[in-house]
C-alpha cells in the first residue's frame, strides 16, 4: 500500500485553499478527494456524498489532510519515544508505545508503519 500513496498534490491543494483559493471541482480533484479519502478510512459514501459542492468539499480536504498531518505527528512522537526506550531497554514500553499508537490511528498507511515497527520489537 505504501508505494501507490503520493499525498503531495493533496498537501498542495489544501495550501492553495487555506491561502485563500476557493477550490473547484474539476474531475481530478474530485478524482483526488475520493483516492485520499479512501486513504485516509473515510467511508466512500461519505466522501461521494461531500464532493458534490464546493464547501463540503472544502470540509473534506481539511479532514484528509488533518488525518495525514495528525497520523504523522503521533507516528514520529511514537517513534522517537519507541527508540528512547529501547535504547534504555525497556522493549514492554516501547511495545505499549505502538500498541498506544495503534488503538488511535485510523491511517491505514499508520497503522501499517506502526504494526511493522511493532514486530521489529519481537
Same mark, same amino acid.
Given at each position: 500500500?505504501?508505494?501507490?500513496?503520493?499525498?503531495?498534490?493533496?498537501?498542495?491543494?489544501?495550501?492553495?485553499?487555506?491561502?485563500?483559493?476557493?477550490?473547484?471541482?474539476?474531475?481530478?480533484?474530485?478524482? @483526488?478527494?475520493?483516492?485520499?479519502?479512501?486513504?485516509?478510512? *473515510?467511508?466512500?459514501?461519505?466522501?461521494?456524498?461531500? *464532493?458534490?459542492?464546493?464547501?463540503?468539499?472544502?470540509?473534506?480536504?481539511?479532514?484528509?489532510?488533518?488525518?495525514?498531518?495528525?497520523?504523522?505527528?503521533?507516528?514520529?512522537?511514537?517513534?522517537?519515544?519507541?527508540?528512547?526506550?529501547?535504547?534504555?531497554?525497556?522493549?514492554?514500553?516501547?511495545?505499549?508505545?505502538?500498541?498506544?499508537?495503534?488503538?488511535?490511528?485510523?491511517?491505514? @498507511?499508520?497503522?501499517?508503519?506502526?504494526?511493522?515497527? @511493532?514486530?521489529?520489537?519481537?
Amino acid at each position: 500500500m505504501s508505494e501507490d500513496i503520493d499525498w503531495d498534490p493533496l498537501r498542495q491543494l489544501a495550501s492553495r485553499v487555506e491561502a485563500g483559493e476557493t477550490l473547484v471541482l474539476t474531475p481530478d480533484v474530485r478524482e @483526488l478527494l475520493l483516492r485520499t479519502a479512501r486513504e485516509v478510512a *473515510i467511508p466512500d459514501a461519505d466522501a461521494q456524498a461531500d *464532493i458534490q459542492d464546493s464547501t463540503t468539499a472544502t470540509a473534506l480536504l481539511r479532514e484528509e489532510r488533518g488525518r495525514i498531518r495528525s497520523g504523522s505527528m503521533r507516528m514520529m512522537a511514537a517513534r522517537s519515544e519507541v527508540r528512547k526506550l529501547r535504547q534504555a531497554g525497556d522493549t514492554a514500553g516501547a511495545r505499549k508505545v505502538m500498541e498506544d499508537l495503534l488503538a488511535v490511528e485510523v491511517v491505514p @498507511l499508520y497503522r501499517e508503519l506502526a504494526e511493522i515497527a @511493532l514486530e521489529d520489537l519481537d
